[in-house]
């Protein structure tokens, strides 16, 4: 009975928000996100710790609270002290920055315990991190097949599934995340992200991404685009000024800067091209 009630104090403690703010630690993704029908290719970053998807990575030991109503399952309950100290080691060694050895410790933490929800999310984030998108698809989709009911299993598989050019899917995926936690950012941002993806820019896919775009600064770009093609251009400004209030990318930040001078008749910085209609975001 001690060692459960340790075990579900570590569990708990695990149970912190995954939409961390952002962090000088944070390894951008390079862009790979969809065919959106001549919108900007501006990276899913990893959602995680700034899932600000900057889907723009998060400590692994970060994870969606389950609802009062939703039971912790029972195996959750058995992970053995061994994976939890694997686990964090992970976490130790993503603070530092060491993306490989926390992918590393997390491999053998499920090594011990195969049935370590958390540690397949983390390490599906970690191969996110990576690139490798296919290897994250297992990871958070093994996680569900553990747990069905918690959204942050369904919003990292979102999250893969995206990046995978499966847009369908991850709206499917996000909508699911959603009904089991309204209140997280990160599932309206996919979701947001996944409907444009399909050319369904509509006033649902402008709401999901209004809603999520003080965590995620990229949701402001994707606004811009969409209300220059609407011909807006007060609003494309308010998006531009809205992002440069936290750019999440330096290049992105100088792109931004220069299509706003441009849009607002103000002299540009001198680091700006003379044509800077509606610049390709990263």
Request: hydrophobic share 40%; net charge neutral.
């Amino acid at each position: 009975m001690k060692r459960m009630i340790v075990v579900l104090f570590l569990l708990v403690a695990f149970a912190s928000s995954i939409y961390a703010q952002s962090s000088p630690r944070r390894r951008p993704i390079g862009d790979q996100s969809p065919t959106n029908g001549g919108l900007p290719d501006v990276a899913v970053s990893d959602p995680w710790e700034d899932l600000r998807l900057r889907l723009e990575a998060t400590s692994p030991a970060t994870t969606t609270p389950p609802h009062a109503d939703h039971l912790v399952p029972v195996s959750q309950l058995r992970i053995p002290s061994k994976a939890i100290k694997e686990f964090q080691r992970s976490e130790k060694a993503f603070q530092s920055g060491d993306l490989r050895n926390s992918a590393e410790h997390l491999q053998k933490a499920l090594q011990i315990y195969p049935d370590f929800i958390q540690a397949h999310n983390a390490l599906g984030l970690r191969f996110i991190q990576f690139g490798e998108y296919q290897k994250a698809l297992a990871e958070h989709e093994a996680a569900l097949a553990l747990d069905p009911r918690l959204a942050q299993s369904h919003q990292d598989l979102s999250l893969a599934l995206l990046l995978l050019n499966r847009s369908q899917e991850a709206e499917a995926e996000a909508r699911q995340a959603l009904d089991l936690d309204p209140q997280v950012p990160a599932p309206s941002y996919v979701l947001g992200r996944a409907l444009v993806a399909q050319r369904r820019v509509n006033p649902e896919a402008i709401e999901m991404l209004r809603r999520s775009e003080n965590a995620f600064p990229n949701a402001s770009l994707v606004l811009a685009q969409i209300y220059f093609t609407k011909g807006q251009t007060e609003q494309v400004l308010a998006e531009l000024r809205h992002y440069l209030r936290a750019p999440a990318d330096p290049d992105n930040k100088q792109k931004a800067e220069c299509w706003a001078a441009q849009l607002s008749q103000q002299p540009s910085p001198a680091a700006c091209p003379a044509d800077v209609t509606r610049p390709s975001f990263h």
